[in-house]
């Protein structure tokens, strides 16, 4: 089992929709979770980080994290063009001995259609 | 600032090659990453510095060796470059904060292929 799995997609979805990505872990004493924005061919920057479970709003973007479930989701309101890219999840489990490193899942890629 | 710079953005090498990566950054971070990224594999630490002179392996290290030669730089060399070797290579940075994991800042990436 991956430490941290999302579909990769692609994800499609209108302009002005709601898009929801999501990302299940493995390990169950994780404690940080971050979603990072990759458009192709650049490098990967941060949208927003989330460590106690509930929902974390910043302006279109939520975060949702259920770590009875073990899962985090990001969900894009009103999508646009500019919101098409890969969508990286990352969790820090505790095996790395600290709270410095993470794991990132493979991506899920969203398009979101004019 | 800057924020975090590679070089080269480029590279191609013949197997048996070696060559370093470079990274620096100017935030005045402690910790330092180097990563690769794959298709289909997601990015993978290679080599982790927490702070000035300490480093310490990540999920893939075989191959690689790293030198934090200060705050600022953090190294990353192939003594002898293999086609497997092949892939994006990503610096990063960051600083924690109240043993909480802070956000990580990405260079701009360099693209090496083996032949």
């Known amino acids: 089992q991956k430490e941290v799995e999302q579909n990769s997609g692609p994800l499609s979805v209108p302009e002005g929709a709601i898009a929801s990505l999501n990302c299940t872990y493995s390990?169950?004493?994780?404690?940080?979770f971050f979603w990072y924005r990759q458009y192709s061919g650049k490098s990967p920057e941060l949208i927003m980080f989330?460590?106690?479970?509930g929902d974390k709003e910043d302006g279109r973007f939520t975060a949702q994290l259920n770590k009875a479930s073990q899962y985090v989701s990001l969900l894009i309101r009103d999508s646009q063009p500019s919101d098409s890219a890969t969508y990286l999840c990352?969790?820090?489990?505790?095996?790395?001995?600290?709270?410095?490193?993470?794991?990132f899942g493979t991506g899920t890629k969203l398009q979101v259609i004019p | 600032n800057a924020g975090v710079t590679q070089t080269p953005k480029f590279q191609v090498l013949k197997t048996g090659q070696s060559m370093t990566l470079q990274c620096a950054q100017d935030?005045?971070?402690?910790?330092m990453y180097w990563y690769r990224q794959d298709p289909g594999m997601g990015l993978r630490l290679i080599y982790y510095?927490?702070?000035?002179?300490?480093?310490d392996k990540g999920e893939v290290p075989n191959g690689y060796n790293v030198s934090r030669l200060n705050k600022r730089e953090f190294s990353l060399r192939l003594e002898s470059a293999a086609p497997s070797q092949t892939s994006v290579y990503f610096c990063?940075?960051?600083?924690?904060?109240?043993?909480?994991?802070?956000?990580?800042?990405f260079g701009p990436g360099t693209r090496l292929t083996v032949l």
């Open positions: 990063a940075s960051s600083q924690p904060a109240g043993g909480v994991t802070d956000t990580q800042y």
């Open positions: 390990d169950r004493g994780s404690q940080s």
């Open positions: 989330i460590y106690s479970n």
């Open positions: 990352a969790v820090n489990p505790p095996r790395w001995g600290g709270y410095q490193k993470v794991t």
């Open positions: 935030m005045n971070h402690n910790s």
């Open positions: 510095s927490a702070s000035e002179g300490t480093t």
